[in-house]
Antibody, heavy 126, light 110 residues
Framework: EVQLVESGGGMVQPGRSLRLSCAAS????????MHWVRQAPGKGLEWVSG????????GYADSVTGRFTISRDNAKNSLFLQMNSLRIDDTALYYC???????????????????WGQGTTVTVFS | QSVLTQPPSASGTPGQRVTISCSGS????????VNWYQQLPGTAPKLLIF???QRPSGVPDRFSGSKSGTSASLVISGLQPEDEADYYC???????????FGGGTKLTVL
């Protein structure tokens, strides 16, 4: 069974850090790009960051650039998101997501997020 | 403010045909393909359409997608009660160098 399981969420004060992890199973992890997508309470989806199959291509949303760092360990089938300088508006459910392509931009328009975890909740409060 | 623009709500009765629009620009929809996602209440999103009109395995053919210029559409034919959900369009944006989502459309089955 293809599965993504996130962990590492919690409640923190503004300015602090958290590290999210995602354990992948049931597919060849190293063959796909991976993403973090978040959803604030009662709000829509926001792409946070993506990483290609070999960590050679990485992208971030403007809202997190300079504060968040995505990484992956293909040997351990794991995806990570280091979140520093957290702000109240970072409060959200964070999803780990698998792409159908090896690259975050896809190729010839072929891309899409086909497997989603259940999410881990990050709450930033003052 | 989302980069891709969707109507906040849509509705229809069982059996009807419903269309959800998604408007973008030359840096996103105009230069690449569009995905559509369905999010049922309390669950994680699900890929519904990729490459403008392709359905992943298991997605009913009642769901179809199309694209023209800088806009895209999701059509649900033969609406069913279980289609009540939030629907999001998404695309790669060359200017932002990242993925972007629409604000979402809440579909109500009357």
């Amino acid at each position: 069974e293809v599965q993504l399981v996130e962990s590492g969420g919690g409640m923190v004060q503004p300015g602090r850090s958290l590290r999210l992890s995602c354990a992948a199973s049931g597919f060849s992890f190293e063959d796909y790009a991976m993403h973090w997508v978040r959803q604030a309470p009662g709000k829509g989806l926001e792409w946070v960051s993506g990483i290609n199959w070999n960590s050679g291509s990485i992208g971030y949303a403007d809202s997190v650039t300079g504060r968040f760092t995505i990484s992956r360990d293909n040997a351990k089938n794991s995806l990570f998101l280091q979140m520093n300088s957290l702000r109240i508006d970072d409060t959200a459910l964070y999803y780990c997501v698998k792409d159908i392509h090896v690259e975050i931009r896809g190729d010839m328009g072929y891309y899409g997020m086909d497997v989603w975890g259940q999410g881990t909740t990050v709450t930033v409060f003052s | 403010q989302s980069v891709l623009t969707q109507p906040p709500s849509a509705s229809g009765t069982p059996g009807q045909r419903v269309t959800i629009s998604c408007s973008g620009s030359s840096s996103n929809i105009g230069s690449t393909t569009v995905n559509w996602y369905q999010q049922l209440p309390g669950t994680a999103p699900k890929l519904l359409i990729f490459s403008n009109l392709q359905r992943p395995s298991g997605v009913p053919d009642r769901f179809s997608g199309s694209k023209s210029g800088t806009s895209a559409s999701l059509v649900i034919s033969g609406l069913q009660p279980e289609d009540e959900a939030d629907y999001y369009c998404a695309a790669w944006d060359d200017s932002l160098n990242g993925r972007v989502f629409g604000g979402g459309t809440k579909l109500t089955v009357l």
